[in-house]
């Protein structure tokens, strides 16, 4: 592969919402190289990272009733028990989460881990700790939505704003229906995405396992299989 198309498969797309700052960073880098070159330098290299940044390439997602994947690039934080926030009136009971952490470099655009239809959408105002603290799912600004499969299961996926992250961007509304892998939304610079999985699904991914969206198998529905095991070498 030559290097101008390996450049391009890492910044071609780019996703609508970000060409306004793919392009405020591009006059501050022209005006920063008019002051002094070496400025305009530092300024074009920030702008090809926000352009990066904002990039939504394609994705071959597994298609099978039972499958869920991954709403986020990045890498597992955090897989725990716990109650899901109050307003996606999801379970009182513990449900297993699973965080996924995206930092600066990975893309933000998130995907529909299942496919079905949107019965929640809330969305809370909050604060902006670091996205990869457990109490930031309690405190920090987030956007909550339900997914429920034709088979009835419900899934809860939460986006949490992080340090650097100040906005939320969402794709939908409730009411519509979603296929699995389907671009539902985006959080700017830097975040977590929780999934709720329903009771008795298991995940298949560990913690600091890799992450991309819209093709990495969460967990499978389908499977009777006891909670898998990691270890790090």
Same mark, same amino acid.
């Given at each position: 592969?030559?290097?101008? @198309?390996? %450049?391009?498969?890492?910044?071609?797309?780019?996703?609508?919402?970000?060409?306004?700052?793919? *392009? *405020?960073?591009?006059?501050?880098?022209?005006?920063?190289? =008019?002051?002094?070159?070496?400025?305009?330098?530092?300024?074009?290299?920030?702008?090809?990272?926000?352009? $990066?940044?904002?990039?939504?390439?394609?994705?071959?997602?597994? &298609? !099978?009733?039972?499958?869920?994947?991954?709403? @986020?690039? *990045?890498?597992?934080?955090?897989?725990?028990?716990?109650?899901?926030?109050?307003?996606?009136?999801?379970?009182?009971?513990?449900?297993?989460?699973?965080?996924?952490?995206? #930092?600066?470099?990975?893309?933000?655009?998130?995907?529909?881990?299942?496919?079905?239809?949107?019965?929640?959408?809330? =969305?809370?105002?909050?604060?902006?700790? #670091?996205? +990869?603290?457990?109490?930031?799912?309690?405190? #920090?600004?987030? #956007?909550?939505? &339900?997914?429920?499969?034709?088979?009835?299961?419900? =899934?809860?996926?939460?986006?949490?704003?992080?340090? &650097?992250?100040?906005? %939320? &961007?969402?794709?939908?509304? !409730?009411?519509?229906?979603?296929?699995?892998?389907?671009?539902?939304?985006?959080?700017?610079?830097?975040?977590?995405?929780?999934? $709720?999985?329903?009771?008795?699904?298991?995940?298949?991914?560990?913690?600091?396992?890799?992450?991309?969206?819209? +093709?990495?198998?969460?967990?499978?529905? /389908?499977?009777?299989?006891?909670?898998?095991? =990691? /270890?790090?070498?």
């Amino acid at each position: 592969m030559s290097l101008v @198309a390996s %450049i391009r498969r890492q910044f071609v797309p780019i996703h609508r919402e970000g060409w306004p700052f793919v *392009g *405020g960073f591009a006059v501050v880098a022209l005006m920063l190289g =008019y002051a002094w070159s070496p400025l305009g330098w530092i300024g074009w290299i920030l702008t090809a990272w926000c352009a $990066y940044f904002f990039r939504d390439p394609p994705r071959t997602v597994p &298609v !099978r009733e039972g499958l869920v994947i991954s709403p @986020a690039d *990045g890498r597992i934080s955090m897989i725990v028990s716990c109650v899901p926030p109050p307003e996606l009136e999801l379970s009182d009971t513990p449900l297993t989460r699973v965080s996924v952490f995206m #930092n600066v470099f990975d893309c933000h655009v998130n995907r529909a881990p299942v496919a079905g239809r949107v019965v929640t959408l809330a =969305y809370r105002p909050g604060l902006f700790l #670091n996205a +990869e603290l457990d109490k930031a799912s309690d405190d #920090n600004e987030r #956007n909550g939505l &339900v997914i429920e499969t034709i088979g009835g299961a419900r =899934y809860g996926v939460v986006q949490i704003a992080g340090l &650097v992250a100040r906005r %939320i &961007v969402p794709f939908i509304a !409730r009411g519509d229906s979603l296929d699995v892998g389907e671009r539902f939304g985006l959080i700017r610079f830097g975040s977590r995405v929780d999934v $709720y999985l329903p009771e008795g699904v298991q995940p298949l991914v560990g913690v600091g396992q890799k992450m991309i969206a819209g +093709e990495t198998v969460l967990a499978d529905a /389908r499977a009777a299989d006891p909670a898998r095991s =990691y /270890r790090t070498y």
